[in-house]
T-cell receptor
């Protein structure tokens, strides 16, 4: 079955700098890759997603890139702000997994003032 | 406002007791899910339901039970058979995942502690 690995587990960056979180997946049939943000005491919330027919997608300060050959995808946050501090989860799904999301272990992003 | 409501937010249970976590949604979504979240791990699927009166086991269903008698409600019972029930439980809903599209909308979670 699908396995998703996420790195790093904790990332600390200076406010205003960029942050990059990476995920690798094992199932070459996976074709949908969302990123969720979880603030303290809340449920995760979708921030961006990408499908396998696209290599990059951008939404303001957030971008996601996908390398199907290498089976990895990354979240890029530019000009980080204090409100970006949260836990970020990547996930992958395919028809083989009955479209259920397989989740990475999460990255705790800390923005230092 | 539309959304998902989980209750209670915090729950304490003695060993050997069953406990039921509530999840209600007014988003008119057909699909609902229960996930378990442990520190340093990704979300793990317990049960999901694509339609009323039907549900399927996820990856870690042992020791849990669910019902889906109404579209809006998907309660989760943590039974005494669950060996390590202390965790953060998240309920979610979405449009049916037949095409693996569709955002998951999560509640704010229920934290269960077994004393």
């Amino acid at each position: 079955g699908e396995n998703v690995e996420q790195h790093p587990s904790t990332l600390s960056v200076q406010e205003g700098d960029s942050a990059v979180i990476k995920c690798t997946y094992s199932d070459s049939a996976s074709n949908y890759f969302p990123w969720y943000k979880q603030e303290l005491g809340k449920g995760p919330q979708l921030i961006i997603d990408i499908r396998s027919n696209v290599g990059e997608k951008k939404d303001q300060r957030i971008a996601v890139t996908l390398n199907k050959t290498a089976k990895h995808f990354s979240l890029h946050i530019t000009e980080t702000q204090p409100e970006d501090s949260a836990v970020y989860f990547c996930a992958a799904s395919s028809a083989d997994s009955n479209y259920q999301l397989i989740w990475g272990a999460g990255t705790k992003l800390i923005i230092k003032p | 406002d539309g959304g998902i409501t989980q209750s209670p937010k915090y729950l304490f249970r003695k060993e050997g007791q069953n406990v039921t976590l509530s999840c209600e949604q007014n988003l008119n979504h057909d699909a609902m899910y229960w996930y378990r979240q442990d520190p340093g791990q990704g979300l793990r699927l317990i049960y999901y339901s694509q339609i009323v009166n039907d549900f399927q086991k996820g990856d870690i269903a042992e020791g849990y039970s669910v019902s889906r008698e109404k579209k809006e409600s998907f309660p989760l019972t943590v039974t005494s058979a669950q060996k390590n029930p202390t965790a953060f439980y998240l309920c979610a809903s979405s449009t049916p995942r037949a095409t693996n599209t569709g955002e998951l909308f999560f509640g704010e979670g229920s934290r269960l502690t077994v004393l």
